[in-house]
Structures are given as structure tokens and as C-alpha cells.
């Protein structure tokens, strides 16, 4: 099996996610989101203590040849979700590819993009 | 539970002899610690008629003075409770924003459904698919939706919907349901990009007109009580 | 209060269907029912509890707990029947944790007509609550739960039963009493 280097910093994803027109926030996963929900302080600041990274998986492929990255976003109404969501595909598909080309380990790097959440805008805007 | 207590049930009520003709009175069993008043009634009921209209009031209990007084004994309780009824507890204002808090984090997401693109894999939880499709199905007049289970169809991208009604029946059923096929499989197409392949729609209740709870501070003291 | 309606394109569905949604996940038909019987449950919770802080807590966890329960709940009770039965049961164990008699707010002095001045009827109505409020938390508990919910509430005989499990009889037992000791308790306010 090819060594392919350290993962792209789910950063990477996470900003390019969230860059997407419609994209409202990352869905955390379970652990991470319960903590910070059952933590004393006033829910305003929940939103913020959970970074957008909790959202981004990163898995090396089975076959050794690159990364599998999963993306979780909950999206505002208004945008048609299959368009957003192949738009969220290919922004973090081509900011992990060109980071990894900066940082000399060009490999391949495949998405799953998962929506989660669809939001009515006027009644949530902590996203 | 602690809320049983041994005293609850007056035990071997004796009847009371008077006033069997009364018929207001015939079927009244007196509770523990009940009272007769000197016209024949019970204290509670008498109070239980004044506070809880029931059963209706008769031409007894309006004319009576025994009974009157016996009410007019709880008017300074009646106030205070007014006034208590009113107040908004504390802490209300924050506690629903609290509460969605955490819901939202323990976010129920169900299966995961493919959205129509056949070459990228994109996908959708069906908890955030079924309620855009309950807001297709209530935007048809006379129809809420109850419940809506999605489930992948097949080897491609095709999804299929199953989903209970609301239904006035002010109008045909079948072409209601109709309708609420012909929204849902346009509002997969549009908002989602779902390729719906069936709809299965079963009416589950009727919808009846709904009046939305009674504004705060306005409880009971009349009426209802049983 | 929230604005009801405006922004809540749910807010005109019956409990039933809401929790229905909710139990498939949908947080914003929840939200609409946590909005709609916030009020009569956090009520409930802080004159079963007397301090804000106890209430608070009780109608949250009893919240949080219908949520995860829903999925499972086949609606045999009305949901609002439902919620009232978790929240009395999370106040019945948070008393129980609790062993020492809770502190009594202050409690307002009731206005003594007598005084320079005739007093405001507000500084009186505040008296009377006062002194209600301070004969509630003397009751025994499954007389001021009756109490609470018949009174302040308005909930029929038929569902205080169902929430605290009890015959209707029994009650009505219980309401009888409880208003015979809160007339008393007030009556030295005269």
C-alpha cells in the first residue's frame, strides 16, 4: 500500500462547504453536538462552540489510493438541495485536491455530500 | 406513584338522608371531609357547580342562600387565583429556545435517500426530505400531512413515499389525494431533485377545524369541568 | 409569549399531527408544540417546586424526554395528556432529590388597610398571591397537583385522572379538599 501522506485538515472542507451559496452550517455529529448542547451555557452560544470541522469526515480509501471525505450541511429553503449539494461536491472536492497538490501528495480524493437539515430562514437564523 | 395517598377515598360515604327528592341531590355521594349545608346539598357540590359548571347549574343553586354563601366563601380564593393565572412563570421566554436547542442537536435524521444525480453520490435524510414533502401535501387545500416514510426504490436513484393524511371531507377523497400525489412529486422535482418513482397515500384521519389553544392567562373558573 | 402564526406555517396543526411529524424527526413541528405548552408546564413545575431555577429544569428534561421517547409513543394519550404526565413525574423525582423543604421565596407582607394612605390594589393583589402561593407549597403534593391543574390550567376531571393516574372520583376528592384548605389558608388574610 502507497503511503499517501498526512489527511487534509477537515478545515479545508469545511470552508469550502460553507462557502456554497445556501449552506447554512455543518451538521456535527451526535457526540460532539450533545456535548456542547447539555454544556450549562445559553444555547446563542452553542452554535459557535461547535466548530464546522465536527461536520467533515475524513477516511482513507479502502484500497490505500486517497481520501474519502464526508460532508454533513444543512442547507436554508431556497435553493434547490441536489444543486447545492453537487456544489458543496465539487468546492471541498477542489479544495482538498489543491491543497494536497500544495503540499506534495497528490492523490485522489472522493465526496459524499449528505444533507441533513433544510431550514426556513426567517424562523432559524443561528446557522 | 407518590401521588397515591391512602386518604383519597372517603370510605363507606353514608348517604344522607335528606331531601331524597331533591334530584340534583339523589346522586350526590359526599367526598371526604364534605359538609351539609343546611338547605340538603353538599358543600362540594355546590362548589363543584359554582367553579366547574357541572352539572348545570339549577333553579336550586341559583336561588339558594345556604348554596350562595357556601360559593361566595370561595371568591377571595377565586381572586387570588385569577391573578396567579395570569402570571407568566418565570424563565418562560428562555426555556423553548433551550429546549430546541438541544432537539436540534440530537437531530433525528432517519435513512439516508439518494438525491437524482447518477454520477456524484449526494444524498439526503429523509427526516429533511419528509418535511419538504409535508409542506408540498399541506399547501393542497383541506390536507395536512401526518406522516411521511421514504424509502429507496430500486438499484438507482428512485425513492419512494409513503405518507398519511389529514383530510376534510368537503371534498371528493380520491381527488384530493390526487392532488397531494401531483404536489409531492412536483416539490421533489423542484426543491428537492428527487426522483420520486411512487407515492402511496392513505387517509388517516378526517381534519377537522382547528382552533389553536386559548391565549394565556385566559383559564377556566366556568364551564368544562368534566 | 411567542408570536404565534406568523412565522410558523405549522402553528394552525392539532397537537396529534404535530407529534406525529416529530415523532419522524421533524424538529420544527416540535418546536411548535414546545412553543404551545411551555406555559402550562412550566406553571405547573414551579408552584410544584416553588423555585424557577427546579421548573426550569423539570420542563426541560420533560421536553427532551418526550422528543427521544416519540418515536415510540402510539399516541393512546392526547400529546398534551402525555407531556403533563412526564413533567409531574420528573417534579415527583426532583422533590425526592431535594430532601430538605425548599426555601420559601420572600413572600410579600399582605397590605394592612390601616396604614397612611389607602393601599394600591396592586401591592394587595400581590398580597393575595402571595398568600396563595404560600398555602400551595404547604399542601400535600397529589392535592396541589389536582389543584394546579383544574385551577390554573383549566384541564377537564377526565384528563387530570389520566395524568395522575387516578380515579376521576378521587379527583374530585382531592380538588374538594385542596380548595377547603386554600379557602382557610386565605381566610386570616381578611
Redesign the interface.
Known amino acids: 500500500m502507497a503511503a499517501i501522506g498526512t489527511a487534509p485538515p477537515p478545515s479545508v472542507a469545511a470552508e469550502a462547504a460553507l462557502a456554497v451559496p445556501g449552506v447554512a452550517g455543518l451538521?456535527?455529529r451526535?457526540a460532539r453536538?450533545?456535548a456542547?448542547?447539555?454544556s450549562p451555557t445559553?444555547?446563542e452560544t452553542?452554535a459557535q462552540r461547535i466548530p464546522p470541522e465536527a461536520g467533515v469526515r475524513t477516511d482513507q480509501m479502502p484500497d490505500g489510493s486517497g481520501w474519502h471525505i464526508e460532508v454533513r450541511c444543512i442547507l436554508v429553503?431556497g435553493h434547490?438541495?441536489?444543486?447545492a449539494?453537487?456544489n458543496v461536491?465539487d468546492q471541498v472536492r477542489a479544495a482538498v485536491l489543491s491543497y494536497l497538490a500544495a503540499h506534495g501528495a497528490p492523490v485522489a480524493v472522493?465526496?459524499?455530500?449528505?444533507?441533513?437539515?433544510?431550514r426556513?430562514v426567517?424562523?432559524d437564523h443561528a446557522g | 406513584m407518590a401521588l397515591d395517598d391512602p386518604n383519597a377515598q372517603p370510605s363507606e360515604p353514608p348517604r344522607n338522608p335528606g331531601r331524597p327528592d331533591d334530584p340534583a341531590f339523589r346522586d350526590a355521594v359526599p367526598l371526604a371531609g364534605d359538609q351539609v349545608l343546611p338547605c340538603g346539598r353538599l358543600l362540594s357540590q355546590a362548589w363543584e357547580q359554582a367553579q366547574d359548571g357541572m352539572p348545570a347549574a339549577d333553579a336550586h343553586a341559583t336561588s339558594c342562600p345556604h348554596c350562595r354563601e357556601a360559593v361566595e366563601g370561595l371568591a377571595r380564593l377565586n381572586v387570588a387565583t385569577r391573578a396567579l393565572r395570569a402570571k407568566d412563570p418565570p424563565g418562560l421566554r428562555?426555556l423553548a429556545?433551550?429546549v430546541?436547542?438541544?432537539v436540534r442537536?440530537?437531530?433525528r435524521?432517519g435513512r439516508?435517500l439518494p438525491?437524482?444525480?447518477t454520477v456524484?453520490?449526494?444524498?439526503?435524510?429523509e427526516?429533511?426530505a419528509a418535511?419538504?414533502m409535508r409542506q408540498a401535501a399541506d399547501t393542497v387545500p383541506g390536507t395536512r400531512a401526518a406522516t411521511c416514510r421514504l424509502a429507496p426504490a430500486g438499484e438507482g436513484t428512485g425513492v419512494q413515499v409513503t405518507m398519511t393524511l389529514a383530510a376534510a371531507l368537503d371534498r371528493p377523497l380520491p381527488e384530493t389525494v390526487t392532488q397531494v400525489r401531483r404536489s409531492i412529486i412536483h416539490a421533489a422535482g423542484?426543491?428537492?431533485?428527487?426522483a420520486v418513482t411512487t407515492v402511496d397515500i392513505t387517509v388517516a384521519d378526517v381534519l377537522e377545524p382547528f382552533a389553536p389553544p386559548a391565549p394565556a392567562g385566559s383559564g377556566p373558573t366556568t364551564g368544562g369541568g368534566a | 409569549m411567542e408570536q404565534p402564526g406568523l412565522?410558523?406555517?405549522e402553528g394552525d396543526l392539532p397537537d396529534g399531527l404535530l407529534a406525529a411529524r416529530a415523532a419522524e424527526g421533524d424538529?420544527?413541528a416540535f418546536?411548535v408544540l414546545v412553543r404551545r405548552h411551555s406555559r402550562p408546564l412550566l406553571g405547573l413545575a414551579y408552584y410544584m417546586l416553588g423555585s424557577p431555577q427546579d421548573a426550569e429544569e423539570a420542563v426541560q428534561d420533560a421536553f427532551v424526554s418526550a422528543w427521544r421517547r416519540l418515536p415510540e409513543y402510539r399516541q393512546a394519550a392526547e400529546f398534551r395528556t402525555w407531556m403533563y404526565r412526564i413533567t409531574v413525574n420528573r417534579c415527583l423525582n426532583m422533590r425526592h432529590r431535594r430532601s430538605p423543604p425548599l426555601p420559601l421565596d420572600a413572600v410579600a407582607e399582605p397590605a394592612t388597610g390601616d396604614e397612611a394612605g389607602s393601599p394600591a390594589r396592586a401591592a394587595e393583589e400581590d398580597a393575595e398571591v402571595a398568600a396563595l402561593t404560600c398555602a400551595l407549597r404547604e399542601m400535600d403534593t397529589g392535592l396541589r397537583i389536582c389543584w394546579i391543574l383544574r385551577e390554573l390550567q383549566g384541564l377537564p376531571y377526565k384528563e387530570i385522572a389520566q395524568v395522575t393516574r387516578a380515579s376521576e372520583p378521587t379527583v374530585r376528592g382531592r380538588l374538594f379538599r385542596a380548595r377547603r384548605l386554600l379557602k382557610e389558608a386565605m381566610a386570616p388574610w381578611r
Open positions: 451538521q456535527p451526535l453536538s450533545l456542547a448542547a447539555a445559553r444555547p452553542t429553503e434547490r438541495v441536489v444543486e449539494a453537487r461536491h472522493t465526496v459524499t455530500v449528505t444533507v441533513t437539515v433544510t426556513i426567517v424562523r | 428562555a429556545d433551550r430546541m436547542s438541544i442537536a440530537e437531530v435524521l439516508l438525491l437524482a444525480d456524484l453520490d449526494l444524498r439526503i435524510a427526516s429533511a418535511k419538504v423542484q426543491a428537492l431533485g428527487m | 412565522t410558523q406555517p424538529d420544527d418546536a
